[in-house]
């Protein structure tokens, strides 16, 4: 059967330091963008695609309360689940998503959702502690196809549109962050703790066929092997400083992210005696920080994301004096999650649309290296935080999470003043 789906081709932008192709390597196909209606139809299908896949990774939070009751677990341990899934997500990162500047986009997508299924399909019928983190972890890996679906938004993008395109998927991966942790607690308030893996398997099955009929066609220049591919990320770290400095900085903001949200649920359960219908609810409140996403967009977009991304860091410091000073006050914790959430995501919109602008043949491998960076120290921060609330409670938690983000704040401003010496010169 003839293939009706439209192409795209590859940006034109620095030229790659991988090795020139050779005589047998096949040209890339060049097309035509598609046309607007068409964008906008795929740019629904990579919100949606984007965000009930990564709600994968977040499912476990607002459950770890009933998964340490049915295996019996101290809260520290039971936040062991969390940190893997994230780890193994960074992993698949590392070593998954730089396959998208290499094979084929769309059969990358469809055929990592298929190992995606499976995975979680296990984790459903866990017979032990050990298994579900096993089982954690490979969800984690393969649910990295997030990360060649954004990616592949930006290269389908106009550049003068594209933080506004990346914003508008990223609105739709983010509501799945944010969303995840209501739909799980709802589900496994009727069905368990085990049957939201279940409903999400079936959902990545779905969504694996509709990738593979629907998506755009795109094979990048096959200018290179998978170790050489590898090899090219190292040297990105070393030659983009930017890179280095947005991947830490959004590390952190994901860390007091992660922090937060890994620990709320027990101060819930444990403080305001909240069902898990209740957890869910609350989690709703989320839900909002999807809204900074188009706006951190537009923002990009007119030269405005130095300003935000230092307004977005202190908007987070607000939010966490508001959740750690108000812990007795469910409208306090509530307000403090709205807006820390509003800080993370338009944070990291604002540094993906700056890192994108840096190398547009590789954006595959520069999304690697922050992605990678953000994923270990939200797994790390998860982990550190489970513990702290198991041993001082959320006041612990919320120190540890506001100096994540008064670190943030100090690269920002130290960055800040490079950034003027540079202007002066010039």
Sequence with gaps: MTDTSPRVGPDRGPVDSSPAPTATDQAPTA????????????TVLLAVACGVTVANLYYAQPLLDLIAGDFRLGQGTAAL?????????????????????????????????LATAAALFAAAAAPDFGVLLAASVLIGVTSVVVQILVPLAAHLAPAATRGRLVGRVMSGLLLGILLARTFSSLVAAHGGWRSIYVVSGVLMLALSLTLARMLPHRRPAPRTTYPRLMASIVQLVRTEPVLRRRA?????????????????????????????????????????????APIAGRLGDHGHGWRASGAAVALGLVAIALAGFGAGYVVLLAAGGVLLDLAVQGHQVLSQQEIYQLRPDARARVNTVFMTTVFVAGAAASGISGALHERFGWGGVSVFTALLLLANLLIWLVAGRSRARRRAIA
């Design 31 to 42: 097309a035509p963008d598609p046309a607007p209606r068409s964008l906008r139809v795929l």
């Design 81 to 113: 689940m969390v940190t893997l899934t994230q780890l193994g997500y960074a992993a698949g990162l590392l070593l998954l998503a730089p396959l998208g500047d290499l094979l084929e986009n769309r059969a990358l997508a469809s055929r990592t959702l």
């Design 248 to 292: 830490v900085s959004q590390a952190l903001m994901f860390g007091a992210f992660s922090s937060f949200w890994t620990s709320i649920a027990y101060q819930l359960i444990d403080v305001h005696h909240f069902s898990q219908t209740g957890v869910g609810v609350f989690a709703l409140v989320g839900a909002a920080g999807a809204a900074a």
